[in-house]
């Protein structure tokens, strides 16, 4: 896995997060859009994975930094961060196939 942090050193970096498996139960409620629909996929994990520049910087407990890296979430076993294009990042439980492969749901 590549070092997220690589050329990055000086972004504000917020702390991992982890979920118990009541918190991933939780998540688990199809998210709705500003007209009411529900959305396809259950378990939107909405705070920030990745790294992210803004242009003019931005202030972290009062320091600016050029961006910010959010880390993805410690989820408990049988549980896992999926990211399904368009739709972000989803915590999900593990779906395994018959050779046991974990695959999105579809």
Not at 18 to 30: A, G, H, P, W
Not at 79 to 102: A, C, F, N, P
Request: proline content about 7%; charged content about 25%; aromatic content about 14%.
């Amino acid at each position: 896995m590549d070092n997220i942090f690589e050329g990055r050193e000086d972004y504000y970096a917020h702390p991992q997060v982890t979920l118990t498996v009541k918190d991933c139960e939780k998540l688990q409620r199809r998210q709705k859009n500003a007209f009411g629909d529900k959305w396809p996929y259950k378990g939107h994990y909405l705070p920030l994975i990745g790294p992210i520049r803004y242009n003019g910087g931005c202030i972290r407990e009062e320091e600016w930094y050029p961006g910010e890296i959010g880390l993805e979430p410690i989820v408990p076993e049988g549980w896992e961060v999926r990211y399904i294009s368009t739709w972000g990042y989803h915590v999900q439980k593990t779906e395994l196939d018959i050779w046991g492969i974990s695959h999105a749901n579809t």
